[in-house]
């Protein structure tokens, strides 16, 4: 007793895209601008090995809302992208994988890059200046606009904000800073060195009376200047009698016990 053949029996199978996952990598987070970032996407199914977990495909890269560029995914399942036309300040990158027919679509995380400037201190070198100068109010700026900062390096002098008073004669360093921020770095300080020299030496002599009788007294005042500022001038006062000629000019006797060698022709008349 035999069997005739069975009725064949067919099944639909559904094969579903294998689930993806694609990540995201920057080769910085801060650059300067106008200097080439580069991100790199890759694309991976769970549970696949490559080739076979390897997708093709397109990933397209978004700044925030605004799409970049779409960039084919190579045959290890990657694709980079790479710029210079970032703008100024802080970017939230993000890769979006548009699946294919074994593959479905995914997104990467963001990838967060700041793009800074370069800036640089304009700080004129600095005039000389005499010894008894006025205060003397320090000026630079930064390419940023930023706010500079001043600090004394050296030399006989105080710095109180942008503002310097001199003390003494000599060399005074000043240094110029800017220290950035989120957008700009820190510029390259710039450093200007202040010649001050020494004030010049007027002594000014004067007499009690512009004329005398010979063996009465007389008293010469000779005024040396400090050189300004705070500090008053200095008087020398030497009392003494007029003792006899010399010449047209009289001799001078201080009060005291021994001879002072005053030439009275430095004397007013």
């Known amino acids: 007793m035999g069997f005739s053949a069975a009725p064949p029996v067919q099944r639909t199978v559904g094969v579903n895209k294998a689930s993806t996952g694609t990540a995201l990598v920057a080769s910085a987070v801060r650059a300067n601008v106008n200097v080439n970032v580069t991100f790199t996407a890759s694309v991976r199914a769970s549970g696949l090995p490559v080739p076979a977990g390897a997708p093709t495909g397109t990933i397209t890269y978004f700044d925030g809302g605004t799409q970049l560029a779409p960039v084919a995914v190579n045959g290890a399942g990657m694709a980079a992208y790479s710029t210079t036309s970032l703008a100024l300040g802080t970017h939230s990158i993000t890769a979006m994988f548009s699946g294919d027919a074994n593959f479905a679509a995914s997104a990467s995380s963001s990838a967060m890059v700041t793009v800074v400037a370069s800036q640089t201190i304009a700080f004129a070198p600095l005039t000389p200046v005499v010894y008894g100068a006025p205060p003397i109010s320090l000026s630079a700026t930064a390419s940023s606009g930023l706010a500079v900062s001043f600090s004394l390096v050296s030399g006989p002098a105080t710095l109180v904000g942008s503002t310097l008073t001199i003390l003494a004669a000599g060399v005074v360093v000043i240094q110029a800073d800017q220290a950035g921020n989120l957008t ?7 450093r200007r060195a202040l010649t001050v020299d020494r004030a010049p030496s007027v002594v000014t002599l004067t ?6 009788i010979l063996g009465s007294s007389v008293t010469l005042t000779a005024t040396v200047p400090s050189g300004g500022g705070a500090h008053a001038d200095r008087d020398c006062e030497l009392p003494g009698r007029v003792q006899g000629n010399w010449g047209s000019w009289p001799e001078w006797r201080s009060g005291g016990e021994s001879d002072r060698g005053v030439d009275a022709r430095s004397a007013p008349g």
């Open 207 to 212: 007499t009690s009376a512009a004329s005398v």
């Open 184 to 190: 700009y770095p820190a510029a390259p300080s710039v």
